[in-house]
């Protein structure tokens, strides 16, 4: 097979693997390239809906979730736990409190404010618990709440 030969199997296998990509029907060489613009059209079109979908989904579930700051300091026998939320959350305080139970904290002070935003301080005593664990159980409470809201 001479050079100009194998340059023709080569472009001739090309134009196949696109008429194939493109799911085209046509046979000659201008239709196949017409069939693959088509189709590159049609991909871009999907791309921007599929990132305007994208766009709105983040957008709505910044919308929805909550974002809070939680802090757990170690007292002598418990912790000082904090919460702030900018958004009002309604349940959240009972969520909580059920997580302060699961793990045993006994809370003997707490200040609650649920107007405009969050905000929790709480003094608990407990034994042998970790602040970390407190922590992460406060943030669960948290995130099942966002969770349990979300579908409301």
């Not at 757990?72 to 026998?77: A, C, H, P, Q, Y």
């Not at 407990?126 to 349990?148: E, F, G, P, T």
């Amino acid at each position: 097979m001479d050079s100009n030969e194998h340059k023709k199997a080569a472009l001739y296998e090309k134009l196949e693997q696109l008429r194939s990509a493109t799911n085209s029907t046509a046979m000659n060489t201008a239709s196949i390239v017409v069939d693959a613009s088509r189709y590159i059209e049609e991909l871009k079109e999907r791309v921007e809906r599929l990132d305007q979908d994208v766009v709105t989904l983040q957008n709505s579930n910044e919308e929805n979730s909550l974002t809070a700051q939680v802090k757990v300091e170690s007292l002598e026998k418990g912790f000082l736990i904090n919460v702030f939320s900018e958004k009002n959350c309604p349940g959240l305080l009972v969520s909580i409190l059920e997580a302060f139970e699961e793990l045993g904290l006994e809370v003997l002070d707490a200040r609650v404010s649920c107007s405009d935003n969050f905000r929790l301080e709480a003094v608990s005593e407990a034994d042998s618990i970790d602040a970390q664990v407190v922590k992460q159980a406060v943030l669960q409470a948290i995130r099942n709440w966002s969770v349990n809201n979300e579908q409301d």
